[in-house]
């Protein structure tokens, strides 16, 4: 069992006016085999989380601690991330014109495991893969994100998800931009992944809609860059029916 610890999170990203602190102390334990759903309304840090735990330069961590089995996150480049067993599916996939799907993900396969996969079967897991997530075989080898639709691009994250394997998946509004059959088709790959007990997830969300495919063990309403709330399932029932605004009110005051 592996275990995601965050303490005291600090975050700050530079703007036009200077240092704007977003995340205001943040503390979240995620376990293997759990599901964690991050929810809240927009701005309120949900991505500046996901990103800073990646390692995007672009966020500064200006205090507490992030460890993954006491290992200390903070101190790794984004690729020692990755071989620790953190992966990101963005919100926004970026294109990388000229390098082609089965060459990117082969790639970051060997990256990550630290050898080239058995060509024989990396091709049958790839291919698979893909089958489960509705894709075309011709889609291995076009550019990666280059032309995509919404859909496309989603599925490809999910698609690097199941091949990478992480420890713990971070995945940042990934139903996003989806219609009613590609989130189902997204969300029964990420259903897959949790099916390994060896998986952590942590799905950053703006709406209850893919809850009702991907059920969370635990629920965590961000509000003003921390944790305002935390519960089970019924938390997100209760946000489907009440929305923020209880929360947004007791920050006001």
Not at 18 to 30: C, F, S
Not at 232 to 243: I, S, T
Not at 246 to 253: A, K
Request: proline share 4%; no cysteine.
């Amino acid at each position: 069992m592996s275990t995601l610890e965050i303490r005291d999170l600090h975050v700050s990203v530079e703007t036009k006016e200077g240092a704007k602190q977003i995340l205001r102390g943040v503390d979240l334990t995620v376990r293997s085999g759990e599901t964690h759903a991050i929810m809240g309304p927009n701005g309120s840090g949900k991505s500046t989380l996901a990103y800073s735990l990646a390692g995007h330069p672009k966020y500064t961590v200006t205090g507490g601690t992030v460890t993954l089995d006491g290992e200390d996150v903070l101190a790794l480049s984004v690729d020692e991330r990755a071989r620790a067993g953190l992966f990101l599916a963005m919100q926004y996939p970026v294109e990388v014109p000229g390098v082609s799907v089965s060459n990117f993900l082969r790639t970051a396969k060997t990256a990550i495991d630290g050898e080239a996969p058995p060509l024989r079967t990396w091709v049958k897991d790839v291919r698979s893969a893909m089958d489960n997530l509705r894709m075309d075989p011709a889609f291995a080898e076009r550019s990666v994100n280059e032309g995509f639709s919404g859909g496309e691009k989603k599925r490809h994250e999910i698609l690097q998800m199941e091949l990478l394997k992480p420890k713990f998946a971070i995945l940042d509004e990934t139903d996003s931009g989806l219609d009613v059959d590609a989130l189902r088709i997204v969300s029964e790959g990420v259903n897959r992944v949790k099916q390994n007990p060896d998986v952590g997830v942590l799905l950053i969300t703006h709406y209850t809609r893919i809850l009702r495919y991907i059920t969370p063990d635990f629920v965590h309403v961000f509000v003003d860059g921390k944790v305002a709330e935390e519960g089970g399932p019924e938390l997100a029932d209760r946000l489907e029916n009440e929305g923020y605004d209880r929360f947004l009110t007791s920050t006001t005051v």
